[in-house]
């Protein structure tokens, strides 16, 4: 699919001029055609050494479903392993790959109430990747 031709425009039009490009809940609303031709005109527009910051939700975790498929406008179900084909031939390389950045807090009591979400969310991901491993052990789905 072929960008707009104002997108062309923009990314010539600002070559090597960011620093940083940040795109929060973007990404996965376009096919993968588009996909690859917005990385390739992020990677137009920034300087070198530059970098682009992606959040999308997990595609390959359980807990990024419902955000993935709560959303008819999302296209694409992002992950680490999807992308990685799509920056083969590119200079991207992945600098981190994770949950969102949260600062624990200034309170000692919001400091414990979230060290306890994070504790309990850890708990419930293995439990439930345990469960699954055992449940659909050899089950073609």
Partial sequence: MPLPAELENIAADHADQFDLIAAFG???????????ARLRRCEIMLKAGG???LRFPNGQSPFGLAPQN?????KTALSLAKLEPLLLNSSWQVMRYGPAFQPLG????????RLARRLLRKFLSGALTS???????????
């Fill in 26 to 36: 973007v990404f996965e609303h376009f096919s993968w055609d588009e996909l690859s």
């Fill in 51 to 53: 970098h682009l910051v």
């Fill in 70 to 74: 709560g959303d008819p406008t999302h």
């Fill in 106 to 113: 200034h309170s000692p009591t919001r400091l414990l109430v």
């Fill in 131 to 141: 469960y699954m491993a055992r449940t659909f052990r050899g089950t073609r789905l």
